[in-house]
């Protein structure tokens, strides 16, 4: 399991208000009914690990 950066939070939630530009306006909790666009958000590509050193 990978943890997202600030960054990348951040640019998904932009994407997200780019996509649907009135959710910004209606505050951070919106009634029954409101339709909202999922932008297509790409997933970060795990990186392994290196062993510098010693047995894997």
Known sequence: MHEK?????RQAQD???????P??????VY???VLI???EVAEPVAVG????????
């Open 37 to 39: 666009t999922l932008p």
């Open 5 to 9: 950066s600030t960054a990348q939070r």
């Open 23 to 28: 959710l910004a306006a209606r505050g951070s």
């Open 15 to 21: 994407r997200l208000l780019a996509a649907n530009p």
């Open 31 to 33: 009634p029954a009914g």
């Open 49 to 56: 690990q290196i062993r510098l050193w010693g047995r894997t």
